[in-house]
Structure formats: structure tokens, C-alpha cells
């Protein structure tokens, strides 16, 4: 049987919701080892000038503690 742990985590992006959720598991894969999964929570954005500034995100992710 396998012990898991779920973190959660903010991260923001100019390109898109994929490219934050893409910089949240690099950010947490520094420092935590065997992630198995991201589960994205929710998303929003910022708008100036009636455009879409940032992106982002509120993830959950999992790994395996040994």
C-alpha cells in the first residue's frame, strides 16, 4: 500500500491556465519528489485594458511519500 500526500499550490502564467499548471508541478517537483498527479482546482485571470493579463491557477498535487 502506497502513502500519498496532496499539497496545494498557486501558480500564475502570461501564456495560459496549461502553462501555469505546467510551471506549479516544475515549482513543486524541486523540492518534492515521486509527483503522481495534478488535480487543477480552480482557475481565474486577471484583465487590464479588456484583455486577458495572467492566467491562474490552484492545484492540488500528489505524491508518494516513502
Known sequence: MAVLKVIEILANSEKSW??????????????????????????SASVSGGEISDFRVNVKITFEVK
Open 18 to 43: 496549461e502553462d501555469a499548471t505546467k510551471k506549479a508541478v516544475a515549482e513543486a517537483a524541486k523540492s518534492v519528489k515521486n509527483i503522481r498527479s495534478v488535480y487543477v482546482k480552480e482557475q
